[in-house]
């Protein structure tokens, strides 16, 4: 297999931790999106799983950060576990773009517990949430170039994916409320907006890193990324069963329909964390077939 | 059992996987190379190269080498064995961090003949 670096079992925990972070960050920026879009849309009760889903992820978010610096610097030291509290090994990390990621990525994050104060308070968490996302145009092959372009997609694949992901809890509550129907209808219609969003930026990326058709099939960067795109479709299917069966049927107040929306988007959930996964494992033990 | 598990995705992948990442970098001695002596261990990169930990190893175990290069980023990683190597087979593998953040690590096997 082409551009496929050694696994581990370091390797596969630095996956397990990326994958969470990932899950944290767009749960953070989803949830602070989710109750500014949705403040006069969504019940009270909504709204406010929306706010503890961002501020909980958050706070996962910079636990993850610190965890993850640890398992880089154990990765790079050769030392096994014992590498991961070396100040030397740790010091190498934070010199290094991951350390550059950190800083936004922690300030996006703690911007993020802002959401929880009154006035102001949703400003500062969406300032955040664009930090968060900005913190991924900091690493690895994002600083390739077109830089700038790459920079952009990236932040706009996150954003999107984001007000997808950090939807899914909140909605699934939604469809227990009396006016959960319009909210989930309304969801919908921005929705397709951004998924339109989220696949063009997304496809962009992979046509800048993968630079030709016939790389995706060589190579092991374009087989992760060809099974990240089938996970993505099944979710899609979800997505659009969703919009159009069964919120309909919901508004229609049809016999059943609560329950069958709540699973589907449940299954919209295991097909994210699915996502999540593949991703990680894209990021981080394959090479772009441009970088070849 | 955790780390079991690991070990056990560790020995089923591994044999599947190829080094890869860094671009084919020249080593001395080349990989695979049959020589009759070793003044020296070298590895060149396209890109600058954080090399952190490196280590040789012989069927009798770790091969003490003295490193020219240190542990800033290098295009090219110099190390000289202390003593005269014995005939044998010998495999140096190294650790390290790209520029770009990602972890990195490699190895060069070589035979030394009489």
Redesign the interface.
Known sequence: ?????????LV???ILAKAIGYGAALLAMGGVLFSVVFAKHAEASVLRLAKQLAVCAALVGLAVLAIRFGI?AA?????GFDGATDPM?LG??WE???GT?AIWRGIGELAILAILLPRFGHWISLVGSVAIATSFAQ???A?GEPRSALAVLIVLHLLAAAFWVGALIPLRRAALAPDGADLLHYFGNLAAGGVAALILAGTSLAWLLSGSTTALFGT?YGLALLVKVAIVAVLLGFATWNKLRLVPALRSQKPGAVHALRRSISMEIMAVALILLATATLTSVT?PPV?? | MIKQTLLGLTVVVAPALAFAHSKSEATTPADGATVTEVPELSMRFDDPMRIISVTLTSPDGDVEIERETGMDPATEFRALPLEELAPGSYRFDWRGMASDGHPMQGSFSFTVAE
């Open positions: 297999m082409t551009g496929l670096a050694p696994i581990d079992g596969v925990l630095a880089r990765r790079i030291s050769g030392m090994m190498f990390v290094s773009p991951l990621a690493v690895g092959h600083l092991a090479t970088n070849l």
